[in-house]
């Protein structure tokens, strides 16, 4: 049954592949509409890749959220052809009244709108796949382009960025699955992916060893994820120069500090995905994605698209300072969700902020203060900061959440309707936006369908 839901998505994408192929040849600019995460610069950047090697022309837009107004204007444009990807799933009613032909190359969750004959609808849901952990926007992405070009000309290459995407969206738990599969054996098929077994803590070219155990973000370690403090007094406790980088140690050190690390959290040693040829610093696929997540959360969504289409030296330079920021930044909201804590309701905890710092950080600080152990594992979390009139909403839950019958993309979607918001997302990771007026009330109201959710499970 999986190969089938999986022969009848590449079906889709194939069509998608045609349909791109058909539009270079008749010399037509395509617009690509994308968002502005790891897993949204990934997708456009795989689009854009694809169609440059194939000598089309493309127009590209970053967006941070597309609005039902974002989506009336684009129709206005003059062009043969749209693609929009890692979002417009939510949108298909009036993405169906374009008079171009549009390919939505998505994953989040779709309700039971009918696309119509002009639009191209590669979305893993439709066919039954889990787009929250079998395959990211990026995904849906390469496996449209993944057929454009003949033969030895096909696009395999871009494998690797579309797993960039599924890093960016936190699709690996102990390996990818489903779909991801797929990406994963056309990337060690073409011969550019590699996967071995090592630490997985970041930045180990660049960073002072504390301050590498500090920034490692996934799999979070209690303790030392987000604390420099912390992590200077584990190194000096089990007798390790916390100044030294990672390459620097000796081989018993690290073997030292492998088997201490694992006592924390045994998730910490496993497969590391990586491109030998790329330059170190992107290497590592994870990390990739934490730099063009860096990028995005800095609205410096052009820089990183810009090298997630392939360009280095200064543009690279520019984003690893942007990284340094934002890592700034996410020890920042560590001390203080550390410092605060969270708001607990019956079947819900939220943190709430106004703070300018803190609200690119809330959903990344709040995810990962949960598997850090700083917050309440058994309650999903709302992260919620004020922008004007409405508040910005990022859910995120866990695994196990999720077997007891937590969907949030659900909640946010059904409850934002309610107060003439807007939401939605995946079951383990959702947003929203609704006027800060209802804010209590929405926080009830999502309160009481997780409540219904676990209970009729």
């Known amino acids: 049954m999986t190969h089938k839901k999986q022969h009848s998505l590449l079906n889709k994408a194939n069509e998608a592949s045609d349909m791109i192929s058909k539009h270079i040849k008749d010399d037509h600019v395509i617009r690509i509409i994308s968002h502005n995460d790891a897993d949204g610069l990934s997708a456009a950047g795989v689009i854009a890749n694809a169609i440059k090697e194939e000598g089309g022309q493309f127009h590209t837009t970053i967006l941070s959220r597309l609005k039902p107004e974002d989506v009336k204007e684009l129709s206005k444009e003059k062009y043969n052809l749209f693609i929009f990807s890692d979002m417009g799933s939510a949108h298909l009613k009036l993405i169906n009244k374009f008079k171009s032909e549009v390919i939505i190359a998505d994953h989040h969750q779709v309700d ?63 390996g990818f699955i489903g779909a991801n599969e797929l990406i994963v054996e056309d990337g060690i098929e073409f011969g550019n992916l590699e996967i071995h077994q090592d630490l997985k803590i970041v930045s180990k070219n660049q960073e002072p060893l504390y301050k590498s155990l500090a920034y490692t973000l996934n799999p979070a370690m209690p303790g030392l994820t987000g604390d420099l403090e912390g992590s200077m007094g584990f190194l000096e406790k089990i007798g390790i120069s916390y100044g030294i980088k990672f390459t620097d140690l000796e081989d018993e050190e690290k073997d030292v500090l492998k088997d201490e690390l694992i006592k924390l ?3 910490i040693f496993g497969s590391i995905y990586s491109v030998p040829k790329e330059n170190p610093v992107l290497r590592n696929l994870e990390e990739y994605s934490y730099i063009l997540d860096a990028c995005g959360k800095n609205k410096k969504t052009g820089l990183g698209l810009s090298i997630a289409f392939g360009e280095r030296a200064e543009a690279l330079d520019a984003a690893l300072n942007l990284q340094k920021k934002y890592r700034d930044q996410l020890i920042k909201g560590m001390e203080w969700i550390k410092r605060e804590g969270a708001v607990q309701m019956d079947f819900i905890q939220y943190v709430y902020s106004e703070d300018k710092v803190l609200k690119s950080v809330m959903g990344t600080i709040s995810s990962v203060g949960i598997a850090a152990e700083i917050l309440d594992s058994d309650k999903p979390i709302l992260s919620m900061a004020r922008m004007h009139n409405d508040v910005k909403v990022s859910g995120r839950t866990t695994r196990d959440m999720i077997e007891k019958g937590v969907d949030l993309g659900k909640v946010l979607h059904d409850s934002s309707l309610s107060f003439g918001g807007q939401g939605g ?33």
């Open 112 to 174: 039971d709108t009918e696309s119509e004959d002009h639009i191209i609808h590669v979305n893993p849901h439709i066919y039954g796949i889990d787009g929250s952990k079998e395959l990211s926007g990026a995904g849906s992405s390469y496996l449209s382009i993944r057929n454009l070009g003949d033969g030895e000309n096909n696009k395999k290459h871009l494998a690797p960025l579309a797993l960039v995407g599924a890093f960016g969206d936190m699709q690996f738990n102990d």
């Open 265 to 267: 959290n045994p998730d």
């Open 425 to 457: 997302g995946h079951d383990i990771a959702a947003g929203a936006m609704v006027p800060y007026k209802e804010m209590d009330n929405f926080l009830n109201l999502v309160n009481d369908m997780v409540e219904h959710q676990i209970e009729n499970n």
